[in-house]
Each structure stands twice: as C-alpha cells, then as structure tokens.
C-alpha cells in the first residue's frame, strides 16, 4: 500500500509543482506583455525541470515524522536517514536521533553496500543501459506532466505575502474543465485544487498546498485516496538557480481492496550537498571508507 501511495503522491506532487504553467495567461502581472507573460511562464517550467534533473546529483539528510493522526502532537515513529542519488536509484543509510550514524559498523556496511551500487551505476554494460534507458523513460514522463499543466488548470491571482526577504506570488488554482487527460497521471489534475506561491525573480515555485476535491482510484482501481487527502510543500534555494524541497506534509486516506488506510507524515530536507554523478560519488563514497579511488590513479 505504501509504495502505490507514494507513487500516487508523486504524479500529484509533480502536478503541482508546476502549476504555475497551467495559469491562464491574462492572470499573470498585468503590466507584462503576451510575449513576457510566456517567456515568464517557460523559466518556471524550465526551473522546475532542473530541479528534477538536481535531485541525481545532490544527497540530503531526510527525518520523516509518522503519526497516528494529523493532529497528534508527537509522532509515533521517527525515521531518520543519509540520502544519496545512486544512477538509476537512491540509497537511504539509517542515521541516529542526532542525524549521526548510531553505529561505526552498521554505517560503514551500508556505505560498502552503497560503493557496491555506485561501481555497478558507473559500469558499462546491457544492465545498465536498460536501467538507464528504463530511468530516461521515467524522466520523460515527469517532463511530460510538468508541460501539460499549460493546458491542465487555470489559476487565478490572490496577493503577494513576504516570506523572510523574499516577495512570493500566491496563486489559487482550479482544475481546467476544457482539459482533456492523455495520460493517467494528467488524469488526476481534474481532481485536486490548491494553492501556490511563486518567487517571481527567481521563477520558481515556493511553496504548494493541494487538497484531494474528488477521490482517486489507483491500482486498477482496486484502491482509492480520498477527497479531502491533503499535502503541502514548502521549497528554498539551495544553489543558486536550484531550489529543493525544505518540508513536505501528507495527510491521506483512503482504502486499498476493503481496507482502509491512513498516512500522516512530515519530513524534512536538510544537509543538501552535490555529489555529482555516480562516478563523482563514487570517490567521495570511497573516501569517506579511507578506500583509494581507481579511477583517480587512472594516467
């Protein structure tokens, strides 16, 4: 049941992370010409697509917080871990309470076993090109819904709100009834409405609030998220050029067959640092284990 909710969260999530290129166009600062409106429109889309492509390179230290019930002051369960992009995957080491590994032997294991998978993603060969290929098509279909919400919702203008030094934008959006799904994951723009917040000089989108307006079905229909299933996002620059997620909040329910479920979780992103590319992370893996690195005494 987790995994299909996450993976439902994502086409959702992916969904509204772009919801700013869905906005009718006459909404958007109207001191701009048409032809400023859609450059202004292609940089966040633009922004949003690196974005994705930032999450391969840089590693994070996620905590995810599960409760009971959204409203429960103090979690039941805290998970704590050191994510690091893997080529075709992502790895998450298990931290301690302080983010600190709890065990010298049990972190150097998973940093052995993450080397492992960091030597296979940085290999030649029929697997990989498949993985790779199989990644590149996941890729292209994330792209895919990021250029659909042009057509996808219809956004209006409510105000502009400070958060810290930085003015943002703030967009209520709405399902386009003219929009025809292609796909099952554009399919559920008709089902969800929210808010966004953009930071117009930045062109990127800063915090997003999504409620679920209809239920939706998922594995073949034999499970359902239901209306009033809520999300929020909250996203800061971490580069320049590059804004991640700093906070993400999930309260859903729903049933999977006949049984119900419920998933309440926080997490929050923190310690980004780039990596690099499987080759790159590769030799900063074998650092960290005090391993001489190959590929660095290669003339």
């Given at each position: 049941?987790?995994?299909?909710?996450?993976?439902?969260?994502?086409?959702?999530?992916?969904?509204?992370?772009?919801?700013?290129?869905?906005?009718?166009?006459?909404?958007?600062?109207?001191?701009?010409?048409?032809?400023?409106?859609?450059?202004?429109?292609?940089?966040?889309?633009?922004?949003?697509?690196?974005?994705?492509?930032?999450?391969?390179?840089?590693?994070?230290?996620?905590?995810?917080?599960?409760?009971?019930?959204?409203?429960?002051?103090?979690?039941?369960?805290?998970?704590?871990?050191?994510?690091?992009?893997?080529?075709?995957?992502i790895d998450h080491i298990p931290l301690g309470p302080d983010a600190k590994p709890a065990d010298a032997a049990s972190y150097r294991a998973e940093?052995?076993?993450?080397?492992?998978?960091?030597?296979?993603?940085?290999?030649?060969?029929?697997?990989?090109?498949?993985?790779?290929?199989?990644?590149?098509?996941?890729?292209?279909?994330?792209?895919?819904?990021?250029?659909?919400?042009?057509?996808?919702?219809?956004?209006?203008?409510?105000?502009?709100?400070l958060r810290a030094d930085r003015t943002l934008a703030k967009y209520r959006l709405e399902p386009n009834p003219a929009f025809k799904p292609t796909?099952?994951?554009?399919?559920?723009?008709?089902?969800?409405?929210?808010?966004?917040?953009?930071?117009?000089?930045?062109?990127?989108?800063?915090?997003?609030?999504?409620?679920?307006?209809?239920?939706?079905?998922?594995?073949?229909?034999?499970?359902?998220?239901?209306?009033?299933?809520?999300?929020?996002?909250?996203r800061y620059e971490v580069t320049p050029d590059i804004w991640l997620a700093s906070f993400l909040q999930y309260d859903f329910d729903g049933r999977?067959?006949?049984?119900?479920?419920?998933?309440?979780?926080?997490?929050?992103?923190?310690?980004?640092?780039?990596?690099?590319?499987?080759?790159?992370?590769?030799?900063?893996?074998?650092?960290?284990?005090?391993?001489?690195?190959?590929?660095?005494?290669?003339?």
């Amino acid at each position: 049941m987790r995994a299909r909710t996450s993976s439902l969260l994502v086409i959702i999530l992916l969904c509204c992370s772009a919801h700013v290129a869905a906005q009718d166009l006459s909404q958007i600062q109207p001191q701009l010409t048409e032809a400023e409106k859609r450059a202004f429109l292609d940089r966040v889309i633009a922004s949003q697509k690196n974005d994705e492509q930032a999450l391969d390179v840089y590693e994070r230290i996620e905590r995810v917080e599960v409760r009971k019930n959204p409203n429960d002051p103090q979690p039941h369960e805290i998970r704590i871990s050191r994510v690091v992009p893997a080529g075709t995957g992502i790895d998450h080491i298990p931290l301690g309470p302080d983010a600190k590994p709890a065990d010298a032997a049990s972190y150097r294991a998973e940093l052995e076993k993450l080397e492992r998978a960091l030597v296979w993603s940085s290999s030649t060969g029929r697997a990989q090109r498949d993985a790779y290929e199989k990644a590149a098509k996941k890729q292209k279909e994330r792209s895919d819904i990021l250029d659909s919400t042009r057509t996808g919702f219809l956004f209006t203008f409510v105000a502009r709100e400070l958060r810290a030094d930085r003015t943002l934008a703030k967009y209520r959006l709405e399902p386009n009834p003219a929009f025809k799904p292609t796909s099952r994951a554009t399919s559920v723009f008709s089902k969800v409405r929210g808010f966004a917040w953009i930071d117009e000089d930045a062109g990127q989108i800063a915090r997003v609030e999504v409620e679920v307006i209809e239920d939706i079905s998922f594995g073949l229909f034999l499970g359902k998220i239901y209306r009033g299933s809520r999300f929020m996002q909250e996203r800061y620059e971490v580069t320049p050029d590059i804004w991640l997620a700093s906070f993400l909040q999930y309260d859903f329910d729903g049933r999977k067959f006949f049984l119900p479920f419920s998933v309440h979780e926080r997490t929050f992103y923190s310690n980004y640092r780039r990596i690099g590319p499987p080759r790159e992370a590769l030799a900063v893996i074998r650092a960290e284990l005090g391993k001489p690195d190959p590929a660095a005494a290669d003339p």
